[in-house]
Structures are given as structure tokens and as C-alpha cells.
T-cell receptor
Framework: GAGVSQSPSNKVTEKGKDVELRCDPI?????LYWYRQRLGQGLEFLIY????????KSGLPSDRFSAERTGESVSTLTIQRTQQEDSAVYLC?????????????FGPGTRLTVT | GQNIDQPTEMTATEGAIVQINCTYQ??????LFWYQQHAGEAPTFLSY??LDGLEEKGRFSSFLSRSKGYSYLLLKELQMKDSASYLC?????????WGAGTKLIIKP
């Protein structure tokens, strides 16, 4: 497809388990962003990739969170030893920073529930 | 610091006009975005302003005043499907700084 895709769409996990969330950006988009959105709240910035590098990891809530990007394409967000407060929708967005207004295109998100 | 302010919630009547305000204080400015987010869905792009003035796109218009750090989104001829959250975001550099969103409730 032409849009940003994310998998899985829903993930239920037990407290203490590790989870891995995947994002496939729009082909050719150089920038990739991860956000967290708790129910009824705004977007919380987690991390930004330009190419395969992450110049800004300032939003990662703790060292249990990590992310990588390979081939200037797919990105994975890993949460280790999940806690109940990690329950949220994790949104990925990509943008083309070479041209235009840097509009961010969002994927459908992964709804994570930690029980 | 960097700050985006917008009202938490607004209510309007079907067929009417509503204006959603956004004020910002950021370390730089390279454009302001408005996004729409329906409940349970991802945000979708509505408008982009980088110069002062009004940008019109169908029933939606967005205004920017850089000197005042102020923008508004104007929705005309409101429809029930416009019930959603409206997010204001500013791009100071490579990333967007997001407001918490304004939940717009449309009543018949």
C-alpha cells in the first residue's frame, strides 16, 4: 500500500513481558517518528529518525524503551518488561524532509494493553 | 520552553461556524499544522500555514499570525462527521510540537 502501516494493530501482553512494535513508513520518506497516545490525551513524542539515525531520543520515557530503524525503512519500537502504564496507542508517522512542508503521515497505530 | 495551547473542548451546532484557537511559544518556526483525529483513529492532515494570513480549503480555513504566535482553524457549515479532536502542531525544526487537541462536539 501507499500509506504508513503498523503491526500488530492490537497487542495484549502480560506485565513484565517484552513487546516489539513495527512501522513501515511511506517509501522514500526520510523521517520517521514514534508517538504514544494515552486514552483521551494528546500525542506524546517518543523518538525521531532521520534515515537510520536517531538524533532525538529525548521522548523515550525510560531505558525500557528502545527503537531502531534499518534500510531507511522499517522501524521497530521495543518495550522491555512492560508495565501497566505502558498501555496506550503507539503511533508511527513518516515525512519527506527533502521537499515540501514536512507533513507527517500517520499509520493506524498499535493499541497496546498490558494486563 | 516550547508550548502549544488550545481549548480542551468546544461545542457547536450542526450547520453553524466554529473557530478553534491555538497559541504557541516555540524556539523556532517553520510552519503550523492542523490535524483532525476521529476517536480511535490516527490523525489526518487538514492544513499547513507558514506565512501570515488565511488559507482556505473548502469548508475549512486556517489563519496564522507569526508575530502574535497565534493560529485558528475555522470550520463552516458544520456537519455531524466533523465531531473529532483537532490538533494544532508547530514545526520549530525537524519535528512537530503538538498541542493536546481540542475535542469538538457537534449537536443537531
Amino acid at each position: 500500500g501507499a500509506g504508513v502501516s503498523q503491526s500488530p494493530s492490537n497487542k495484549v501482553t502480560e506485565k513484565g513481558k517484552d513487546v516489539e512494535l513495527r512501522c513501515d513508513p511511506i517509501s522514500g520518506h526520510t523521517a520517521l517518528y514514534w508517538y504514544r497516545q494515552r486514552l483521551g490525551q494528546g500525542l506524546e513524542f517518543l523518538i525521531y529518525f532521520q534515515g537510520n539515525s536517531a538524533p532525538d531520543k529525548s521522548g523515550l520515557p525510560s531505558d525500557r524503551f528502545s527503537a531502531e530503524r534499518t534500510g531507511e525503512s522499517v522501524s521497530t519500537l521495543t518495550i522491555q518488561r512492560t508495565q501497566q502504564e505502558d498501555s496506550a496507542v503507539y503511533l508511527c508517522a513518516s515525512s519527506n524532509t527533502r521537499t515540501g512542508n514536512h507533513e507527517q503521515y500517520f499509520g493506524p497505530g498499535t493499541r497496546l494493553t498490558v494486563t | 520552553g516550547q508550548n502549544i495551547d488550545q481549548p480542551t473542548e468546544m461545542t457547536a451546532t450542526e450547520g453553524a461556524i466554529v473557530q478553534i484557537n491555538c497559541t504557541y511559544q516555540t524556539s523556532g518556526f517553520n510552519g503550523l499544522f492542523w490535524y483532525q483525529q476521529h476517536a480511535g483513529e490516527a490523525p489526518t492532515f487538514l492544513s499547513y500555514n507558514v506565512l501570515d494570513g488565511l488559507e482556505e480549503k473548502g469548508r475549512f480555513s486556517s489563519f496564522l499570525s507569526r508575530s502574535k504566535g497565534y493560529s485558528y482553524l475555522l470550520l463552516k457549515e458544520l456537519q455531524m462527521k466533523d465531531s473529532a479532536s483537532y490538533l494544532c502542531a508547530v514545526r520549530p525544526n525537524y519535528q512537530l510540537i503538538w498541542g493536546a487537541g481540542t475535542k469538538l462536539i457537534i449537536k443537531p
